[in-house]
């Protein structure tokens, strides 16, 4: 394992397998981030089954993770780079990636 320490920040893609930003985390050590900014959804803020959806599917990650060895850090927030950034000086991180997101929500 190397020295890199590097944070997969989970969006909108919430799977372990086939994943673009967690297979570019390999080399080094892993901290898989989930932050939440309620306002960020604007008027597509997901109703009472959306919310029940996303938190059964971060519980379900977070499980999936920790069979590799990292669990999931959830951060609900007022700022979305606040909270990376955050994370970025606390880990002293070398690598930030994500998965690319696709249209409009």
């Not at 919310?51 to 059964?56: D, F, S, Y």
């Amino acid at each position: 394992m190397g020295s890199n320490r590097t944070i997969v920040w989970f969006r909108r893609d919430l799977r372990i397998e086939n994943n673009p930003a967690l297979a570019a985390a390999r080399d080094g050590s892993v901290f898989p981030v989930f932050i939440w900014w309620p306002k960020e959804e604007g008027q597509f803020y997901p109703g009472r089954v959306s919310r029940w959806w996303l938190k059964q599917s971060l519980a379900h990650l977070d499980q999936s993770l920790k069979s590799l060895g990292a669990g999931l850090v959830l951060i609900k927030t007022d700022s979305t780079l606040a909270a990376l950034l955050e994370c970025i000086n606390v880990i002293q991180t070398t690598k930030v990636v994500f998965n690319h997101l696709y249209g409009e929500v």
